[in-house]
């Protein structure tokens, strides 16, 4: 397959680079890849025998009339030159777009197979129990346990269960604190009795247990403590049970359990936090069970400051390594928000992975922040140079007046005179701003730009947003 590769002359190295080994004629069509036209390309076409042309992604200009001329598809390339030998590399395999960048569009059917190869590999996987049509140990995934903390506290309790869900949750558990009362677990689980995911409620007081086995398809936590009081009503039940050591073994509260004629168990060696034993409980972990294994990664992400996506990722690994089954998240606090979503890419991961070495290339990731590959761009080319000083501190304001900027339900608010704009992307609410003629002064145009770019990466990276505050 003959290719045509035009670009620019700042970026003519890159794209050589890229192309060796592959039958392409990589020719400079002007200084910069992106201003080609189709005029431009035609001559290029019919200079040559090609089978495509793949142009920069940069480029805003139609080339289907070219492609209607001269029967030559082409095909958008990736935006930046760094990328284009990735996709060079899949041509055999993945499909270029006319109207998508190639990085985008190859990343986007990578997703969709990746998706598609999850589901199939669920199907056909064996399990041990399947509760409330989840599939649980066995060859299966590893399922993702979300807890709701102190639901009995919670003033939307439904909401709560509901949005969980749909972050990626597979079972959703309901905690309840000492101070809960058995009306109080009555009360929230009569809340979500429709709601048709498994969920679990949490607490090793019995009543407690007691009042939620009407709706409660697992019982967190059992022990040598409990089983005499409540195994028998776990098991008339017919629900599951996490079994945890305390005074005695776990293996020996397993039996505990098993005698109590609960069949349905999940074996939770309890994982220690990072400075508590995480190593030591790691090496407690059975190497064979007979029955599904919980991993608690919870609190081991709760109680380390550091950002909880490539923490997830790794306890989400180190749980496949272990043979759990289950594993625990929760967003108790604000730098754990977003937890059961990454949590439940990370256990995707581990099950795309299962025929690799590594987790890597999957279609899927936890890159939130860093790059996979550190685009390497040409210099910029200029005859002076001067270096910039800070501003002028004496404020103009806007004889339009100003602006007052937040975050509201995962979008941007910008308000001046009693109106407001609102949207997710910060460049629609700006020219939306301009469209108005609510700006009149460069500088004040250049600071709604900033803040409001501030804020749509606020909302991006899920953190608080504070006009004129630090991001």
């Not at 989400?316 to 604000?334: C, L, N, P, Q, Y």
Request: glycine share 8%.
């Amino acid at each position: 397959m003959r290719i045509l590769l035009p670009t620019g002359a700042a970026t003519y190295e890159s794209v050589k680079k890229a192309a060796y080994g592959f039958d392409a004629d990589v020719v400079v069509t002007g200084e910069i890849a992106s201003f080609l036209t189709p005029a431009a390309l035609r001559d290029l076409v019919q200079k040559g025998d090609y089978d495509m042309v793949i142009v920069s992604g940069m480029v805003t200009a139609s080339f289907l009339p070219v492609e209607e001329e001269t029967g030559i598809p082409v095909y958008l390339g990736p935006r930046h030159a760094a990328d284009l030998a990735m996709v060079l590399s899949s041509l055999d395999t993945l499909p270029l777009s006319r109207s998508v960048p190639a990085d985008d569009f190859i990343a986007s059917v990578k997703r969709d197979e990746a998706r598609r190869k999850l589901h199939e590999l669920e199907l056909d996987a064996s399990y041990d129990y399947v509760i409330r049509g989840t599939r649980i140990g066995g060859s299966s995934r590893i399922k993702v346990l979300a807890e709701i903390m102190d639901a009995h506290r919670h003033e939307d309790v439904r909401g709560a269960v509901e949005q969980a869900f749909r972050s990626g949750a597979d079972i959703v558990d309901l905690g309840f604190g000492f101070d809960a009362t058995p009306d109080d677990v009555t009360r929230c689980f009569s809340l979500v009795t429709e709601v048709p995911g498994p969920l679990a409620i949490d607490t090793q007081d019995p009543v407690l247990i007691a009042a939620g086995l009407f709706r409660a398809d697992i019982v967190l936590s059992l022990h040598d403590g409990n089983i005499p009081v409540i195994g028998k009503a776990v098991a008339d039940a017919g629900i599951a049970a996490v079994i945890v050591p305390t005074g005695q073994l776990l293996e020996e509260n397993v039996r505990l359990a098993e005698a109590a004629g609960i069949s349905c168990i999940i074996a939770d060696p309890l994982l220690q936090p990072v400075g508590s034993g995480l190593i030591r409980s790691l090496s407690a972990f059975p190497e064979r069970c007979r029955y599904p294994v919980f991993f608690g990664a919870g609190n081991v992400v709760e109680l380390l400051d550091a950002d909880s996506p490539g923490m997830n990722a790794l306890l989400a690994g180190m749980a496949k390594e272990t043979g759990a089954s289950v594993i625990f998240t929760s967003e108790h606090s604000d730098k754990t928000k977003g937890s059961v979503r990454e949590m439940r890419t990370a256990t995707e991961m581990v099950a795309l992975a299962a025929d690799r070495p590594y987790p890597k290339d999957l279609g899927i990731d936890l890159l939130i922040l860093k790059e996979k590959r550190r685009r390497r761009e040409p210099p910029l080319s200029f005859q002076s140079l001067e270096y910039a000083n800070q501003p002028d501190r004496e404020l103009q304001y806007d004889p339009k007046g100003n602006f007052r900027i937040g975050v509201e339900d995962d979008q941007i608010v910008a308000v001046i005179n009693g109106r407001a704009v609102k949207g997710r992307s910060w460049e629609d609410i700006f020219a939306t701003i301009l469209k108005n003629g609510d700006v009149s002064l460069l500088d004040h145009a250049a600071y709604l730009g900033k803040e409001l770019y501030k804020a749509e990466l606020a909302i991006r990276f899920g953190r608080s947003f504070e006009q004129d505050g630090f991001f």
